[in-house]
């Protein structure tokens, strides 16, 4: 079955950056700035209070996890009265195998995993605005497994740990997405996938994006009239079908420009252009450059 949440992840192309033990203890507050990259925490024993940036304070327990996809900046705090000390999370972390917030020497009131990462695809803001600005969710034990295998992977040195971390981040990001419930999620691609019709237009795109799609084709896929299908799906994804489906088609296309071994008009083919020409003129409108020119500067920074 087409997968449009796979899809989306492996497109991103997360990779792991940075992971460690977290502990407060006694009266403290820390201001995390605007970071912009994905970041994470999993508690595994005690409380805290977290609040983000446009977002409803929360308390934190034992066995809850959070995922920020796009970082704005937030405070960690204990339960006693504290001046928040401000951090930035574009420095360079301290080389100690555990960050301590507060009392060093009192027994830690939490302790949390945490860390951050980096996704690599060219695409990665738009695509991110497809996700949730915040995944908070509560006992779900797989979650707490991966980031402890993650933290423990990345202590170790051992052949083969970069594809392993890769893969971790990977189940991280889908166990942490699929433990929300799509029907409560903000528009985007989980609401999207939460509402039947729309999820079998959705998966049309992805499963075959070089199909001559129309609001009319995409309609009839979802078993709804046009208009209500174009409204319906709107309200859910936060961006009209065809907008979507463009988003999509150039992000697929910058990943096959980025190989550099397929020519030009394969490239458009495969995205659902009829002549190199008209994909240029789309991908450049898109893009803000020719494909040509795109592949050979990705080419580039790769190397």
């Known amino acids: ?37 994905p970041s994470f925490c999993a508690v595994t024993e005690g409380r805290c209070r977290l609040l983000v940036d446009g977002e409803a304070p929360m308390t934190l327990e034992a066995g809850d996890f959070v995922l920020l996809p796009a970082t704005p900046g937030f405070t960690l705090s204990g339960f006693q009265p504290a001046t928040a000390r401000l951090i930035d999370p574009h420095a360079a972390p301290a080389p100690a195998p555990e960050v301590r917030h507060g ?16 996704f690599e695809s060219p695409d990665a803001a738009l695509l991110v605005t497809l996700l949730p600005a ?3 969710v509560r006992g779900v034990d797989r ?49 999207g996938l939460a509402d039947p019709r729309v999820a079998a237009a959705m998966r049309g795109m992805h499963g075959d994006p070089a199909q001559s799609w129309t609001i009319a084709r995409l309609a009839k896929a ?8 174009f409204d319906r799906f709107t309200r859910a994804v936060g961006l009209p079908p065809m907008e979507y489906l463009m988003a999509w088609r150039m992000a697929l296309a910058k990943q096959l420009l980025r190989r550099r071994d397929i020519p030009l008009d394969a490239v458009a ?20 450059e020719s494909p040509g020119r795109y592949a050979r500067r990705a080419g580039l920074a790769a190397a």
């Open 103 to 118: 009392d060093p020497a009192a027994p830690a009131d939490v302790r949390m995993l945490g860390g951050h990462f980096l």
């Open 1 to 37: 079955m087409v997968d449009p949440l796979s899809d989306v992840i492996r497109l991103l192309r997360p990779r792991a950056v940075f992971t460690k033990g977290i502990s407060g203890a006694g009266a403290w507050a820390v201001r995390y700035t605007e970071f912009g990259h």
């Open 222 to 229: 979802s078993g709804m009239s046009r208009s209500a299908f």
């Open 134 to 136: 915040l995944v908070h």
């Open 269 to 288: 083919e495969q995205v659902g252009y009829r002549s190199a020409s008209t994909f240029s003129t789309a991908f450049r409108r898109h893009a803000g």
């Open 143 to 191: 979650l707490t497994t991966v980031l402890r295998l993650l933290g423990e992977e990345a202590l170790a040195d051992r052949d083969g740990q970069d594809l392993v971390m890769f893969r971790l981040i990977e189940i991280l990001l889908v166990e942490a997405l699929r433990s929300v419930p799509g029907q409560q999620a903000a528009p985007g691609l989980l609401r």
